[in-house]
């Protein structure tokens, strides 16, 4: 059912209707890289943006009608990186403020603590605005610069919300994604050369610097719109958002750093090989260490009646389509064999009587994967993988294992969290959720492969 279809009086207008803009940039791109819809949608399909924009309406109407009161929802913000509470523990020491071992200190020996009014029956007059806060200041990283003006322009830009009766009246409009992209380059520091030097004068403040302005200063009359990006590739303006600068040059990491002599944002400002904090020295990893592969052991069933041998498990980047996009189309299932499919290195494959093509059980203690071997000499012994992000809806029968159909790359995985990516207060181990966080080590698995001793397609 399309989003408008939950209330009829939810209605997109017909200019937007079609409407697909995004943007795409990382400090390892030298260029934004702008999206718009090669074809019009079918039927009632929308962007994301329009999704979401069309549910906060319905979802302010519901809270409306329900009388929804405000509620006030109190919270812990970690740590942050690049501020004077990255440095908040400096003995390296963890201190549990709930056994009694400190005070609790907000900021200090625990995170900060913040609270938040939502009030849903403003959702949707909330989504479609630029908030007034942003005319108090922007920031990132411990940088702050004032950014009244750039609202001023935004408004003066975008128009603004001319509903009197919504509590966004007059502030600058992001009703659509284009509007709304084109605020975000307003706002960045990569896209604005007048806010780029702003960024750089106050890093300048924190270190003591008087060089840094320079590297954005010829371009601090740029500022980006959705339409030049469109139109004709921009190359992004030096921001002290990334560790190093594209000025004449393709982006190289740290050369901020290292040229311009920026700390490194580590407790001691250089680079650091050795940390001495005591989570570090608990699992040995105050220097840089190789740590093997976790010893761990495949289930064991009693279905022995094919030879089965135990291999690791690899999930690459598919060939067949985009980074984790699905390839259920025509024209990319015919690139190949069509559904999922497994490789093996052509001996590991003898030693189990597999043959190119053959049907295969892979699995350990997580799950079951029922798939076609590819056997190629291009895998070295001891390993297989498994592309990502196949289509199990796509010829996938039933497995003797489970009892039920045969699952994906992700069913013989789980995730392992990485301790030591939990330190927070200390340098450049300060978490933040999606930020600096714990990575998932859930690759790192070992699997039992054997040929599948029928292909039940469960129809019965």
């Not at 924009?53 to 009388?67: G, M, P």
């Not at 064991?300 to 498990?313: A, D, M, V």
């Not at 498994?386 to 199990?392: L, V």
């Amino acid at each position: 059912m399309a989003a408008s279809a939950l209330y009829s009086d939810v209605v997109l207008p017909t200019a937007t209707w079609y409407e697909k803009n995004d943007l795409s940039s990382t400090d390892m791109h030298p260029f934004v890289h702008p999206f718009q819809n090669a074809v019009d949608p079918l039927w009632e399909a929308k962007s994301d943006w329009d999704i979401f924009r069309t549910l906060a309406k319905a979802v302010s109407k519901v809270a409306t009608e329900a009388k929804l009161p405000i509620y006030k929802d109190v919270f812990a913000v970690p740590i942050q990186h690049d501020t004077e509470g990255e440095l908040a523990q400096p003995e390296g020491k963890i201190l549990d403020w709930s056994k009694g071992d400190c005070e609790p200190i907000p900021g200090k020996t625990m995170p900060a603590i913040a609270m938040i009014e939502r009030d849903y029956t403003k959702l949707y007059d909330k989504w479609i605005a630029l908030g007034p806060n942003i005319q108090k200041g922007n920031g990132m990283k411990g940088l702050g610069w004032k950014s009244d003006d750039l609202y001023e322009e935004i408004r003066t830009r975008n128009g603004i919300i001319e509903d009197k009766n919504l509590i966004s009246y007059g502030m600058p409009s992001i009703y659509d994604a284009k509007q709304a992209c084109d605020a975000v380059m307003g706002l960045s520091t990569t896209t604005n050369g007048k806010v780029a030097v702003r960024a750089w004068a106050d890093l300048e403040k924190k270190t003591g610097l008087s060089n840094l302005t320079d590297l954005a200063a010829d371009r601090e009359s740029e500022r980006f719109t959705f339409d030049m990006v469109a139109i004709q590739p921009r190359e992004t303006i030096t921001s002290p958002t990334f560790t190093g600068s594209n000025k004449n040059r393709r982006y190289s990491p740290f050369t901020v750093s290292i040229e311009q002599l920026v700390p490194f944002r580590t407790v001691t400002g250089r680079q650091s090989f050795y940390i001495d904090h005591e989570m570090m020295f608990e699992w040995g990893e105050a220097m840089s260490v190789y740590k093997p592969i976790l010893d761990f052991q495949p289930l064991k069933t009693t279905l022995n009646e094919n030879r089965e041998i135990t291999l690791k498990f690899l999930t690459p980047h598919n060939k067949w389509s985009t980074h984790s996009m699905y390839f259920d189309s025509q024209q990319l299932l015919t690139l190949f064999r069509g559904g999922q499919t497994i490789w093996l290195n052509e001996k590991d494959a003898a030693a189990i009587d597999v043959k190119d093509n053959d049907w295969c059980e892979v699995y350990n203690r997580n799950g079951v994967v029922i798939s076609r071997a590819v056997v190629s000499p291009r895998l070295p012994r001891g390993v297989m993988f498994m592309y990502h992000a196949q289509d199990r809806h796509i010829n996938v029968p039933g497995s003797k294992i489970s009892g039920t159909r045969g699952g994906t790359h992700n069913t013989p995985t789980r995730i392992h969290m990485k301790p030591t990516h939990m330190i927070g207060g200390y340098g450049q181990l300060s978490y933040g959720f999606n930020y600096y966080g714990t990575t998932g080590n859930q690759r790192d698995i070992y699997v039992v492969v054997r040929k599948a001793q029928e292909v039940d397609w469960l129809e019965d």
